[in-house]
């Protein structure tokens, strides 16, 4: 498969097991790009970062014949990461990155670099980066270097689920090593493709869960016999806020049917946790898609230094590197999202709670049974959690690089933190479709919508009625891996 000139946050959900070639244009691109910069080497000026050190050192001047040891000496310089190592679906994210943004032809590399990391895409050499190290400033520069070392034999790389050093894998599959010409290795480090990585998988994600946040809401609507009446098109209409509008259409389609919604409703109006949900759920909404709208102008671009125009006969050096748009808005996705999980886990403290003639913590014989009590104060804990991970890294700096960077833009703290919430919100929404699959069993024989009962009835498929105490840390992680799976099978099967 060729890449395309522009790509999306949707397509990239397609490329996980994908092949990717080099179309001949490409090839092209790159070629003439690296030709140029061939050509203006020989006029013997001087370049940051091609015939000049790298941050504070960009004054001193490096002789032809140390331009290749300069590049490689910079990756190995730079590949000063540490802690837990990158997700593989995150580190095949940014293999893919990196080559979509070298193959816009401007970096001023070879070609057979960029063919190269086509090879680790497609033979799924991963090479292991570590989620520690980036300022999201100067590029994302140690993970990035990390994920370059490969290319000339250093660093180690998962292959195959073991983790080997890369040298020798190389050579398995007959793969030549790539020494760096001039230029190459400050292209491979400069660049946003840690955090746009990142950034990319949590958007794929959110998109997941917000739409799985309508649909485990609906089911506690009818599980705490919950009125549809807030769902009604005639209030959206007043304050038509796309995602609004679009998330109490989804709630009001997905409890179309339900005989439980024919009941007799004692209470006037219901907590805001399900009243509300359309304006909760569907402001979370409009952050993803503000949020996939700079993503999708960040993987597309050019985010390396200095930029090699050959088109405009220049080399110019710039701040394309710097993750400021990244790491704002990397921030705000985390609150909007946090915020999915924060509803999520009142009602099922409110499902829990013994009110509506169901039984206290849903235990059939509470009291010998303590039935789902603890399972709410696991996700008080996570919510808890999201809350000081969404403290915000953007409103961050530090002076590095002898004040050469003196301003940074902490977008890889924001992306890591993020991944992080995204894995708890799931984990919250888990948490509600437990408890609501066994409210909603208790309302018995009253029964929800066909699509409703559908997913309640697939879900008892991993996780049985709880009848008595049993340990619940199972259930919990086959809750979560239910959520994998894509919510809109059920609406479109209805």
């Not at 940014?94 to 070879?110: A, D, E, N, P």
């Not at 520690?132 to 070392?149: M, V, Y």
């Not at 930029?307 to 609150?335: C, K, R, T, W, Y």
Request: with cysteine.
């Amino acid at each position: 498969m060729q890449l395309p000139e522009r790509i999306s946050i949707d397509s990239l959900q397609n490329w996980k097991n994908s092949h990717i070639e080099l179309s001949s244009e490409t090839i092209q691109h790159i070629t003439v790009n690296r030709s140029y910069l061939d050509n203006i080497l020989k006029t013997g000026n001087v370049y940051y970062g091609i015939n000049t050190g790298f941050g504070a050192l960009c004054n001193v001047r490096i002789q032809p014949g140390e331009l290749a040891a300069l590049q490689e000496n910079l990756v190995c310089s730079h590949a000063c990461g540490m802690g837990d190592e990158v997700p593989a679906d995150i580190v095949r994210l940014m293999l893919l990155l990196k080559i979509h943004g070298l193959s816009q032809g401007y970096s001023g590399v070879r070609p057979e670099i960029v063919q190269r990391l086509a090879d680790f895409y497609n033979h799924d050499i991963l090479p292991i980066v570590y989620q520690q190290g980036s300022l999201g400033a100067s590029g994302d520069l140690a993970p990035l270097a990390h994920l370059s070392l490969p290319l000339f034999g250093k660093g180690w790389v998962n292959y195959k689920g073991e983790k080997r050093e890369a040298a020798e894998v190389l050579q398995q599959l007959g793969l030549t090593l790539t020494p760096l010409a001039a230029k190459e290795g400050l292209a491979l480090l400069n660049g946003t493709q840690f955090m746009s990585s990142y950034a990319t998988w949590s958007l794929i994600e959110a998109k997941r869960l917000s739409f799985w946040a309508d649909v485990i809401g609906a089911l506690s609507v009818d599980a705490f016999m919950a009125k549809n009446e807030p769902f009604q098109y005639p209030i959206h209409r007043l304050r038509p806020h796309k995602g609004q509008v679009a998330s109490a259409q989804r709630i009001l389609h997905l409890l179309d049917g339900s005989a439980i919604q024919q009941l007799h409703k004692e209470q006037v109006q219901d907590p805001y946790s399900f009243r509300c949900m359309p304006q909760v759920h569907g402001a979370s909404s409009d952050v993803i898609d503000t949020v996939s709208n700079v993503v999708e102008i960040e993987i597309n671009s050019v985010t390396d230094n200095p930029i090699v125009f050959h088109d405009e006969d220049a080399i110019m050096s710039g701040g394309n590197f710097h993750g400021q748009p990244l790491a704002l808005h990397l921030d705000f996705l985390a609150i909007a999202l946090a915020e999915l999980a924060n509803i999520s886990e009142r009602r099922t403290y409110l499902l829990v709670s013994g009110q509506r003639g169901l039984p206290a913590f849903l235990a059939p014989e509470a009291g010998l049974n303590s039935g789902l009590m603890i399972a709410q104060y696991t996700a008080a804990a996570i919510v808890s959690q999201n809350k000081q991970l969404c403290t915000p890294a953007s409103v961050d700096s530090i002076v590095s690089s002898n004040g050469q960077e003196d301003h940074v833009s902490m977008g890889a703290n924001a992306a890591t933190k993020l991944h992080r919430v995204v894995q708890n919100v799931q984990r919250v929404l888990a948490i509600e479709l437990l408890t609501a699959a066994q409210a909603l069993e208790l309302r018995r024989p009253h029964r929800s919508s066909v699509v409703l009962e559908k997913i309640w009835s697939d879900f008892r498929g991993h996780v049985p009625f709880m009848a008595h105490d049993r340990v619940l840390h199972d259930d919990l992680v086959a809750a979560e891996q239910f959520l994998n799976n894509d919510p809109s099978h059920w609406s479109k099967a209805n």
